[in-house]
């Protein structure tokens, strides 16, 4: 086991937990301001991915996708807010619950209808198709790409957050909506606001999942529930806990996945190894978020009231 | 006149009532169709019925009826499937089952229930050895042999480390101990990944650590487009050779295109095959589907085939089990693979060869046959199954 | 049990015409309870007559989902606890009779015996841990438990792991097996319907309405004395114990056990069928699982795509009918009840 292994399992976690990031950011903000479970966010990054693929495979241009698919996911999602989700808004969880996995059904099909019920494929941009080196190994350039992307989505959005307007708003929004709706601000308008920002954040996940992953109905539920943990853990409606929770949730899966099997084989029969592996991984995940509730429900860097 | 043509088509339909049983025959066709897998169902549906329209609706002169059920990977879907089949729809024959975990689970619920499977792809090892069933053929391979050939090809190119991929399931497992049985160097490290896991660049960067003279992987569909791509990405392609079976086929180069040149892979069949059966196969399916097809889709066509030959033998009455079972052990039909035997456990014994993904003389990226190691090739469990 | 024909008030509401009818002691949603149940009770003798024995095992399905809704509905709908998770019970009955059968042991009893036993502890320890939280976080851990457990299960390589472990035989109580489908339905049937019974006197006991109470508002019920943790974690595990006798017929009619019994969508279905039906009503659940599981039998065999009719159906029922369809109907006798009652 080398630096240079460990390294890139570093990466790989990084990379993993910055696609996390850039859902849990949306999914948070939606239930932190406008307290709406959205079973569905994991529809639209589904969406975003198979818009991305679609532009691709007929231009042949990553660019294009992305110009054409990040757009398309946002009005996507806001259209289906305000044609099925407004009237949710007042209503309990479990129907909040019931009627977003109502729409991730009608999703799922909706693409299997149109695509078919076999994976799509996209390419990764011939220009990111090589390898970087970093400190002697060699990393997809692709995936270190995302990073970057990542990072600075990350930036932009502490930047909107904290340093503009309607980012005050939306903190407002999440900590004491009835007295900005008080204030005189259209609140319709923000809830809009902020649904739309997520779906962008949820499609321009699936544009950059695409060339990675396998493109299918159905692809939204594993993310979802790993972005149900993140937000959970890191704190519902704030997105610095959204930012960390996500790193910590991708890099412990994917150090767990690398290294837990050779650890494991220490004591275990080699395929009974490989396959617990993995799997006590993903149970680490769940470990670590209930520890967390039990101790601190609130998340760990929740939103500050007061 | 009028009076005369009525008489003679009421003639006429009672004569064909009174011919054979016209009821068709239901067969139930159960793969993966959807997800990352689901172009090998795809494959294995299309050549099939690529045989039955081309016999207008019918195999052996019957007309058939084909059930077309998607098992979606999920062993506890297909045994559900199965039960609706042979419970509701009463069919004698079922076809299909593409992965080796479906086909470790409903394997024994057909042939105890004396319904005939005629497996079109997965061979896992236990279904040749023990749990063999005299009502179950396997127009495909055992798992392992197509891993064996690449095993001895290996041999005989000299490699000496070598690390074995696959998914953490049956299948998987026998095509890593196929390789080994015929490999005659040292496999320094097996990895199994998770079935569904579609990302492999944790495991991809300790094949590199280990820089080995070659890597034998096993990911069918989906799974291998993937590790294709994030193989060439990884900067791996051109340095480790990658040896493979199901990895490179025709249902995964299509989305691979040129990041799978190079790659060395071993079955039973390629698009290349000269002999008459084989030509028209392509030649049809490429007219009708407009890809190349892939092995899946000649394991299917050669299914449907040989139902033909065994329905045509029994005239249609396949409730008289003894007589369908002795026509479908006759196995009396062109392959498309050549010569075509079944062994005592249902699976065939058959040539294998090694291919090397390459530009056809139309410039697309397909496979070519290279060499052919394993001749008259019996699968490493037969001797286990008590069937003669 | 005979009521005082309400006397008719002049200017009683827009029911005029009814009012001067005898008061009707069979309300719909009674009704449709009533026809459920005995509709139910003859699916066999109604399946020999059409010769069609599959829909036997269809209705075995929907009677043992019927069962699972109704224990998460103690908690759910009269404790307004929300589990993500109760289809790990499901999964632990299942595997109980898988890993059992695996080892040679066929008898029924054992089988129960040891599912109800290893199910109860391991509630017990949930429910106290998941308990500590409330709301959003309530539904998270329990979640998070039976995803562990779902990975858990993929380690257990010798059963099956993630592709399932096959059952050689149904369970045998001796007296009578579960290997004839007609058997395993009316067992499966005369379970659902003691629970029902035993349910109905749990509510409306004293237990239940400490439950309701919890749910209305905790703070107060603790003030009043009621060691509510003690009430809702008893709850807890009698739901948890439900859905594991669920798990046992389930493994009975598949002959199968695998993860994916345990998973987070499993235990979404579970919620589906009770909010569909009718929460904080007994026999809701019972009517939205019969009902998911036929209008996702029929809708499939009238299109493959019939999924893109019933998510926008699951979405128009929940913007319409608040609680549920049996839980409409049920609001509307009370309504009914109370307007033609005023006089009374």
């Known amino acids: ?306 | 006149m009028q009076f005369i043509r009525i008489v003679l088509a009421a003639a006429l339909a009672g004569a064909a009532c009174g011919v054979a049983a016209q009821t068709p025959i239901k067969i139930g066709f159960m793969a993966e169709l959807s997800g990352p897998q689901g172009a090998l169902g795809q494959d294995q549906y299309d050549a099939f019925m690529l045989v039955v329209d081309q016999n207008g609706g019918k195999l052996g002169g019957v007309p058939v009826q084909v059930l077309k059920e998607d098992s979606q990977l999920k062993p506890e879907v297909a045994t559900q499937i199965v039960d609706k089949l042979i419970e509701k729809e009463k069919v004698p024959i079922i076809t299909g089952i593409t992965f080796s975990n479906v086909m470790m689970a409903v394997h024994k619920k057909i042939t105890e229930k004396e319904v005939f499977l005629i497996g079109s792809n997965s061979g896992p090892a236990p279904i040749a050895g023990a749990q063999c069933s005299a009502y179950s053929f396997i127009t495909s391979w055992q798992n392992d042999s197509q891993a064996e050939v690449v095993g001895k090809y290996a041999t005989d190119k000299g490699y000496k480390r070598v690390i074995g991929m696959a998914p953490n399931y049956q299948a998987g497992k026998d095509f890593v101990a196929g390789f080994k049985r015929f490999f005659k160097g040292e496999v320094i490290d097996e990895i199994y990944t998770p079935l569904n896991q579609p990302d492999f660049s944790a495991e991809l960067a300790q094949v590199a650590a280990k820089n080995p003279d070659a890597i034998y992987v096993f990911y069918p569909g989906g799974l291998g487009v993937n590790f294709v791509r994030q193989y060439k990405q990884a900067g791996l392609a051109g340095k480790v050779p990658l040896l493979s079976t199901s990895t490179t086929d025709g249902s995964t180069l299509p989305a691979q295109k040129e990041d799978a040149l190079g790659v060395i892979s071993g079955t039973f069949w390629g698009p290349d095959f000269n002999n008459p059966v084989s030509l028209k196969f392509v030649d049809d399916f490429e007219r009708k589907h407009n890809r190349i097809p892939s092995q899946y889709a000649a394991q299917s066509y050669d299914a449907a085939l040989l139902l033909d030959s065994a329905i045509g033998k029994v005239k249609g009455n396949v409730a008289d089990k003894k007589a369908f079972m002795a026509a479908l052990k006759a196995a009396d039909f062109k392959s498309l693979r050549g010569n075509f035997k079944f062994n005592n456990n249902g699976f065939p014994i058959q040539d294998l060869y090694v291919f090397e993904v390459a530009k056809d003389a139309k410039g697309r990226v397909s496979l070519k046959t290279i060499s052919a190691p394993l001749k008259d090739h019996q699968d490493a469990y037969h001797t286990q199954c008590a069937l003669k | 049990m005979t009521r005082p024909m309400p006397v008719p008030e002049a200017g009683a509401g827009g029911d005029a015409p009814r009012a001067s009818a005898p008061r009707r002691k069979v309300t719909a949603s009674k009704l449709v309870g009533g026809v459920l149940l005995v509709g139910l009770a003859l699916v066999p003798v109604i399946s020999a007559l059409i010769e069609q024995p599959y829909y036997v095992t269809l209705f075995t399905r929907m009677v043992i989902f019927a069962l699972a809704a109704l224990g998460l509905n103690l908690i759910l709908g009269y404790g307004a606890l929300v589990s993500f998770g109760h289809a790990l019970y499901i999964g632990l009955g299942a595997y109980a009779v898988g890993i059992l059968s695996f080892h040679g042991v066929g008898s029924g009893w054992a089988h129960l015996g040891v599912a109800l036993a290893v199910g109860g502890v391991v509630a017990v320890v949930l429910g106290l841990i998941c308990l500590r939280t409330s709301g959003m976080a309530f539904i998270m851990i329990t979640l998070a438990f039976a995803q562990m457990f779902y990975f858990l299960a993929f380690t257990l390589k010798q059963y099956g792991g993630d592709d399932g472990l096959t059952i050689a035989a149904r369970s045998d109580f001796g007296l009578f097996t579960l290997a004839s489908n007609t058997t395993l339905y009316y067992f499966a049937f005369a379970l659902l319907v003691v629970c029902l019974v035993a349910f109905h006197r749990l509510v409306h006991a004293r237990f239940g309405m400490v439950l309701r109470g919890c749910r209305a508002n905790e703070r107060r019920m603790a003030a009043l004395g009621f060691p509510t943790l003690r009430y809702k974690l008893t709850a807890y595990v009698i739901s948890a114990l439900v859905c594991v006798i669920a798990g046992v017929l389930l493994a009975n009619l598949t002959k199968f056990a695998a993860p994916s019994y345990m998973s987070w969508q499993g235990s979404g279905d579970l919620i589906v069928m009770i909010v569909l039906g009718g929460m904080g009503t007994l026999i809701g659940p019972v009517a939205g699982a019969v009902g998911l599981l036929v209008l996702e039998e029929f809708l499939s065999a009238w299109t493959d795509h019939w999924m893109i009719v019933l998510g926008p159906m699951i979405v128009l029922i929940v913007l319409t009918a608040k609680r549920g369809i049996y839980g409409y109907l049920a609001d509307r006798d009370a309504r009914r009840a109370t307007e033609a009652g005023t006089g009374a």
């Open chain 1, 1 to 306: 086991m080398t630096v240079g292994l460990f390294l890139t399992q570093a990466l790989n976690g990084l990379q993993l937990g910055i696609l996390l990031f850039l859902l849990a950011a949306g999914l948070t903000l939606v239930f932190g301001i406008m307290n709406f479970v959205n079973l569905a966010h994991g529809s639209l990054y589904m969406m975003g991915a198979y818009f991305a693929a679609a532009v691709f495979n007929a231009t042949g241009s990553f660019v294009v996708a992305g110009l054409v698919g990040v757009p398309a996911t946002m009005l996507l999602g806001i259209v289906v807010e305000r044609v099925a989700l407004t009237r949710l808004y007042a209503r309990d969880h479990l129907d909040q619950v019931l009627a977003t996995f109502g729409l991730i059904l009608f999703f799922n099909e909706l693409v299997r209808i149109i695509w078919g019920p076999a994976s799509v494929y996209m390419n990764v941009p011939a220009a990111l198709s090589g390898t970087v080196e970093l400190f002697g190994l060699r990393y997809p350039s692709y995936r270190f790409a995302i990073i970057g992307v990542g990072l600075a989505v990350g930036l932009g959005l502490y930047l909107l957050i904290h340093r503009t307007r309607a980012g005050m708003l939306i903190r407002a929004g999440a900590t004491h909506p009835e007295i900005v709706a008080a204030l005189g601000v259209n609140i319709r308008r923000l809830n809009t606001l902020v649904f739309g920002l997520g779906a962008a954040l949820a499609g321009l996940a699936g544009l950059m999942a695409g060339p990675i992953v396998s493109v299918q109905p159905g692809m939204g539920e594993p993310i979802l529930i790993l972005t149900l943990v993140v937000i959970v853990t890191g704190g519902i409606g704030s997105i610095r806990g959204a930012f960390y929770g996500a790193l910590i949730v991708g890099v412990v899966d994917t150090i767990g996945r690398a290294f837990l099997p050779t650890l494991l084989r220490e004591f275990l029969e080699r395929s009974l190894a490989q396959a617990a592996g993995p799997a006590i991984a993903s149970m680490l995940i769940y470990v670590l978020m209930a520890v967390v509730l039990a101790i601190r429900p609130q998340g760990l860097f929740p939103v500050r009231h007061g």
